[in-house]
């Protein structure tokens, strides 16, 4: 069974930091893309960042230079290291996986404008940043 396990969620100060995992069991990651999105209260699920299965990477304007995206094969896991986090990246944040293949350009296409397309999804962990 294809599960992708979220954790490292929490309360966090502004300007703090914190690291996303994204486990996945029963598929090897390194094979396909992998997304981090992020949904607010009220607000559409948003494309966060992605990486290809060649390692490439993407991100959306509002994180770039903030977080970074990478990826651990041999533990079967994705991480999102957040740094210098601001109360609006306040969200639930979501892993999810992308099956097949796909070319980046189309990959990061789809990570910022059309995020169900993605195939399997974890459970999401709270991030909030508050003083």
């Known amino acids: 069974q294809l599960q992708l396990v979220e954790s490292g969620g929490g309360l966090v100060q502004p300007g703090g930091s914190l690291r996303l995992s994204c486990a996945a069991s029963?598929?090897?990651?390194?094979?396909?893309?992998i997304g981090w999105f992020r949904q607010a209260p009220g607000k559409e699920r948003e494309g966060v960042s992605c990486?290809?299965?060649?390692?490439?990477?993407n991100y959306v304007d509002s994180v770039k230079g903030r977080f970074t995206i990478s990826r651990d094969n041999a533990k079967n896991t994705v991480y999102l290291q957040m740094n210098s986090l601001k109360p609006e990246d306040t969200a639930v944040y979501y892993c999810?996986?992308?099956?097949?293949?796909?070319?980046?350009?189309?990959?990061?296409?789809?990570?910022?404008?059309?995020?169900?397309?993605?195939?399997?999804w974890g459970q999401g962990t709270q991030v909030t940043v508050s003083s």
């Open positions: 999810a996986a992308y099956t097949e293949s796909i070319p980046d350009p189309i990959l990061f296409r789809l990570c910022q404008r059309s995020p169900y397309e993605f195939h399997y």
């Open positions: 029963g598929f090897t990651l390194d094979y396909y893309a």
């Open positions: 990486i290809g299965s060649s390692s490439s990477t």
